[in-house]
């Protein structure tokens, strides 16, 4: 997975903003909702083809899929999900979010946490 490489991406898009702008990310911009990936689970299979979102919401950008049974990956550093938008996917209503994508594409992004079998 590239977490790693995006998280620290963000944070430094985050340090230069700050420099430029004077001001401080708040709740809403890209580093407040970077993950913690100082670990992963694999071979994580979702329940449902689900999107990979640009933030932990249902309005996000929607950046690619994740098919139903591929294998993948999902940040676990803090040891469960955070809190984003409430949604209804695979079958329940929720506000947790995973972030992390298929092994496949190497693409990743938020995805609603109950339909990842974690």
Do not use: H
């Not at 004077?22 to 100082?38: E, I, K, L, N, Q």
């Amino acid at each position: 997975m590239m977490s790693k490489s995006l998280g620290t991406a963000l944070t430094t898009a985050a340090l230069i903003a700050t420099a430029l702008t004077g001001t401080v990310a708040t709740a809403g911009t890209a580093a407040a909702v970077t993950p913690d990936c100082s670990s992963a689970l694999t071979n994580v299979k979702p329940k449902e083809t689900v999107n990979l979102r640009s933030s932990p919401k249902t309005s996000a950008t929607a950046l690619g899929t994740w098919g139903k049974g591929q294998k993948g990956g999902v940040c676990f550093g803090d040891r469960g999900p955070t809190k984003g938008g409430s949604y209804t996917a695979c079958g329940k209503t929720s506000n947790k979010w995973y972030f992390g994508g298929p092994n496949s594409t190497g693409k990743e992004g938020w995805v609603p946490a109950t339909c990842l079998p974690i």
